[in-house]
């Protein structure tokens, strides 16, 4: 008898457990299904909100261009009154800019909840020619190519020699790559407008160990490695505003960083000219 209703409590608790079990697993159930519910409700309020009240209202192009007019820049970007705010590429439509209007140094887009989106925009500066064969193109400080094709060079830059630049299209960018010396180039043009030397014709870059300048085609400037050029171009600056004689003629050795000296003697052959004359003031086009 005993032993009977031992059994019968033990399937009383039994029964209990497995009740409150079901229970348990019900109320997750309830929980997992009221979570989805409420996550789903919230995904589709971002949807409505996103698609109701954020559409672009207003594109401003902000920054001047002495090339480009702000429709040409909005045209460009592909953007438009009316799309989400949020449905395009921000970095996708900068380099769409950037790459059909090569003269623009800085592309920055912006967007300003909740219907606003800010174009930013701000010119190159064309820094030096190249020659290519028999054409040249035009490049900034940066190496970005700004024409190509050109049958003469454009006056008042220089015209670099040794660069030995590949297949490019107007908006590619030089590098190390596709332009031999580019690094080379571009800390030198660096220093030289850093320190605001005028009337550099040519940039003869084919020597690694003895890079040269032509100044005003009288004054040949051997700075020999490319080893602290904005160091070298401060002296060559003082020296040419200081004791170069207005028509003096000469080689000027700033090699050796620090010490600067001048000497008089014909520079004819001293210096890659790209078979023209090359002076800062070429031919007009």
Same mark, same amino acid.
């Given at each position: 008898?005993?032993?009977?209703?031992?059994? /019968?409590?033990?399937?009383?608790?039994?029964?209990?457990?497995?009740? $409150?079990?079901?229970?348990? $697993? $019900?109320?997750?159930? @309830?929980? !997992?299904?009221?979570?989805?519910?409420?996550?789903?409700? *919230?995904?589709?309020?971002?949807?409505?909100?996103?698609?109701?009240?954020?559409?672009?209202?207003?594109?401003?192009?902000?920054?001047?261009?002495?090339?480009?007019?702000?429709?040409?820049?909005?045209?460009?970007?592909?953007?438009?009154?009316?799309?989400?705010?949020?449905?395009?590429?921000?970095?996708?439509?900068?380099?769409?800019?950037?790459?059909? *209007?090569?003269?623009?140094?800085?592309?920055?887009?912006?967007?300003?909840?909740?219907?606003?989106?800010?174009?930013? @925009?701000? +010119?190159?500066?064309?820094?030096?020619?190249?020659?290519?064969?028999? +054409?040249?193109?035009?490049? +900034?400080?940066?190496?970005?190519?700004?024409?190509?094709? /050109?049958?003469?060079?454009?006056?008042?830059?220089?015209?670099?020699?040794?660069?030995?630049?590949?297949?490019?299209?107007?908006?590619?960018?030089?590098?190390?790559? &596709?332009?031999?010396?580019?690094?080379?180039?571009?800390?030198?043009?660096?220093?030289?407008?850093?320190? &605001?030397?005028?009337?550099?014709?040519?940039?003869?870059? &084919?020597?690694?160990?003895?890079?040269?300048?032509?100044?005003?085609?009288?004054?040949?400037?051997? !700075?020999?490695?490319?080893?602290?050029?904005?160091?070298?171009?401060?002296?060559?600056?003082?020296? !040419?505003?200081?004791?170069?004689?207005?028509?003096?003629?000469?080689?000027?050795?700033?090699?050796?960083?620090?010490?600067?000296?001048?000497?008089?003697?014909?520079?004819?052959?001293?210096? +890659?000219?790209?078979?023209?004359?090359?002076?800062?003031?070429?031919?007009?086009?």
């Amino acid at each position: 008898m005993k032993k009977k209703a031992v059994q /019968q409590t033990s399937r009383a608790k039994a029964r209990t457990q497995n009740s $409150r079990r079901h229970a348990r $697993r $019900r109320k997750r159930r @309830i929980i !997992l299904v009221n979570t989805l519910l409420i996550l789903f409700v *919230l995904v589709g309020a971002v949807v409505l909100i996103m698609t109701m009240f954020f559409k672009i209202s207003d594109l401003v192009v902000e920054g001047s261009s002495e090339q480009y007019t702000s429709e040409q820049v909005l045209e460009k970007s592909g953007l438009v009154t009316g799309i989400n705010i949020f449905d395009f590429d921000l970095e996708g439509a900068e380099q769409k800019v950037g790459s059909a *209007l090569p003269y623009l140094d800085e592309v920055e887009i912006e967007r300003r909840l909740p219907n606003k989106v800010v174009i930013r @925009i701000k +010119d190159t500066v064309p820094a030096a020619n190249v020659k290519t064969g028999g +054409d040249y193109i035009l490049i +900034d400080a940066k190496g970005k190519v700004l024409m190509t094709g /050109q049958q003469k060079p454009k006056e008042g830059l220089p015209l670099v020699t040794g660069l030995n630049v590949g297949q490019v299209v107007v908006g590619d960018y030089l590098n190390d790559k &596709n332009a031999t010396n580019f690094p080379i180039y571009k800390a030198l043009i660096g220093a030289v407008e850093s320190h &605001n030397i005028q009337d550099i014709g040519v940039i003869d870059l &084919n020597d690694d160990f003895n890079l040269k300048m032509l100044y005003q085609d009288r004054i040949v400037i051997c !700075l020999g490695t490319d080893s602290e050029l904005d160091y070298k171009c401060r002296f060559v600056k003082k020296m !040419l505003d200081e004791k170069v004689a207005e028509k003096e003629v000469g080689v000027m050795d700033a090699s050796v960083s620090g010490r600067v000296s001048i000497r008089d003697r014909e520079i004819d052959g001293l210096i +890659d000219t790209g078979s023209q004359n090359a002076t800062a003031n070429s031919e007009k086009e």
